[in-house]
């Protein structure tokens, strides 16, 4: 394995960057930052240091935040807005994150440890293409008109559809690509004119601050966005609560996603959920191997397999089965490991101590199980939270390695010679969020793909997000979607009114 410096040098931080390490821990309610009254900390993954604190939200701050959202929802400023000029403000936000692209990036490799190239392209270019897209929607959404055919006597009728936001949104995410998954939650929730109460993770929350900062820059008026800071238990769960609330966009794990489900089942929020997922990358011998290899190797070892849609099982047919994990074996020490900010580097430390010894944690039980680990390198006693690139062998169907999501560059290998039998192992969790096939073969492709119970497909290549293709789950990956036209619809809900018609 290429190992390259494990600690960032944050001695040259850029001013810009410096400030949202350096400002006051606060929460940004009705357009206002106001001070915490107790705080967390920042913690950068690479050396384990503290670099900033952020406020520790909980009841009184949701209960601020959720009253200035449904003040917003009210006033003219936003409601009357109109679509156009909907459009402009989400068109300036994505402009300013644009012009503030480097630092954002910045900002999330020495809060979440991503290596500055991904922050930079998925992370903070994802996140300008994802504003861009939903600036283009306020002026496309439109209702109905229904010619009505009365019961008799009743006279004329027309019938309309109005598409009106569903209210208040609170948009809780994880911490693995921080920005973008704020921007997956805000972008189209501000296009269908509804107000927002952001809950970042507090393992990385110091860029949708930041974004904060921006919302207030573009002109967005007062209380359409609140970010709140806090714990999970305290500030998430108090905003999940609120009677304020009419609808929760959640993003994060499938057992945070249970609770929150049970608590908006009874009183009936609205709800999207994008959870975890265990996805198959599958390998059929036909497949141009220099680039399967490669590719399957990249859909779990990117951002570490701290993605949500990781290739974390890897399906190998038969007969190259044996090539496949030699070639990996060789493939996984060529891969540089090493602090976000530093040159070269491919896959950083994870985002946390207890992110790391979670999966530590899973490979030790692997090894105790007599599975094969092969991991290309040993991190113990490094500085910050590096786990290297692993593969595992031998295990069962039924193992925790095979059906729980490990949310690290752990990749499970399996062997298989029948097509139908390859379906079912690769269904086999309770997730269904994403695939990927590598074959030439056409119509295994509409085969195997209508067969994979998931809610995305990636054929010959490495997935990506693109802001029109809707991203989410089937099974206990979630419902609802983000991206695309759906998550749009999803912030909307539909009045009919019947106009008599003398
Ligand atoms: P998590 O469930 O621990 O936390 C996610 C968010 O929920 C955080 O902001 C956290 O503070 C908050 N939270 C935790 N407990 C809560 C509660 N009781 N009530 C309300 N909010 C609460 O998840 P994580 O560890 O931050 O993120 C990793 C998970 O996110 C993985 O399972 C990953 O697959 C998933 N994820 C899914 C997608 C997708 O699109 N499907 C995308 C990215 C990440």
Redesign the pocket.
């Known amino acids: 394995m290429t190992a390259i410096a494990l600690e960032n040098d944050l001695s040259q931080l850029p001013a810009g960057v410096r400030r949202w390490l350096d400002r006051t821990p606060a929460q940004f309610i009705a357009g206002a930052w106001q001070p915490g009254s107790t705080s967390l900390p920042a913690i950068e993954p690479s050396s384990g240091q503290v670099i900033a604190s952020i406020a520790k939200g909980g009841i009184a701050e949701i209960d601020a935040a959720v009253a200035a959202a449904r003040a917003a929802l009210a006033a003219p400023a936003w409601r009357d807005a109109g679509p156009v000029a909907r459009e402009a403000l989400l068109h300036r936000l994505a402009a300013l994150i644009e012009a503030r692209a480097d630092d954002l990036a910045l900002l999330d490799t020495i809060d979440n440890g991503m290596p500055l190239w991904l922050a930079r392209a998925v992370n903070v270019g994802g996140s300008v293409d994802v504003f861009r897209y939903y600036a283009g929607w306020p002026t496309k959404l439109a209702g109905r008109t229904v010619e009505v055919s009365a019961p008799p006597g009743m006279g004329r009728f027309q019938g309309l559809t109005r598409r009106e936001p569903v209210g208040v949104v609170a948009a ?5 690509v921080p920005l973008m ?1 704020a921007a997956w939650k805000l972008a189209p929730a501000l296009a269908a004119g509804c107000t927002i109460v952001l ?5 990385a929350s110091l860029s949708a601050l930041a974004l904060a900062d921006l919302v207030e820059e573009a002109g967005f008026p007062a209380g359409v966005v609140n970010v709140v800071t806090g ?3 305290e500030a ?2 108090a905003l ?1 609560r609120h009677p304020g609330v009419d609808k929760i966009s959640f ?4 057992g ?1 996603g249970r ?2 489900a049970r608590e908006a089942g009874g009183s009936l929020k609205k709800l999207t959920l ?4 265990k996805s198959p990358t599958i390998l059929f011998g036909d497949a141009d191997l220099d680039r399967a290899v490669v590719g399957a190797a990249n859909a779990i070892f990117l951002n570490s397999g701290q993605v ?1 849609v990781a290739g974390s099982r890897l399906y190998v047919e038969d007969n190259i089965h044996d090539e496949v994990v030699e070639r990996l074996q060789t493939h996984i020490r060529t891969i540089p490991v090493g602090a976000g900010m530093r040159d070269g580097v491919f896959m950083g430390p994870l985002v946390s101590a207890r992110q790391r010894d979670r999966v530590a944690a899973y490979l030790e039980a692997a090894r105790v199980g007599g599975l094969g680990v092969d991991a290309a390198s040993d991190f113990a006693g490094a500085p910050g939270f590096y786990v290297a690139p692993t593969l595992v062998t031998g295990a069962r169907h039924d193992d925790p390695i095979t059906q729980e ?1 490990i ?1 690290g560059p752990v990749l499970g290998i399996y062997r298989f010679s029948d097509e139908e039998e390859l379906v079912r192992a690769a269904n086999g969790t309770e997730f269904g ?1 994403a695939a990927s096939l590598w074959t030439r073969d056409i119509d295994r492709v509409h085969r195997v793909s209508s067969a994979l119970q998931c809610g995305k497909v990636t054929v010959n290549a490495g997935g990506f997000p693109y802001p029109g293709l809707p ?3 089937y099974k206990g ?2 419902f609802g979607r ?1 991206l695309g036209p759906d998550a749009v619809e999803q912030c909307l809900q539909t009045k009919t009114l019947l106009l008599h018609v003398s």
Do not use: H
Not at 172 to 176: K, Y
Not at 274 to 277: C, V
């Open positions: 809780i995410v994880p911490w693995n998954m809950k970042p993770s507090e393992e714990l999970g238990a998430g769960d999940v993003t994060g794990s499938t945070t609770a929150i994008e959870l975890g997922g949500c999501e949310f969020l991203e989410g789950g990956s979630g983000d």
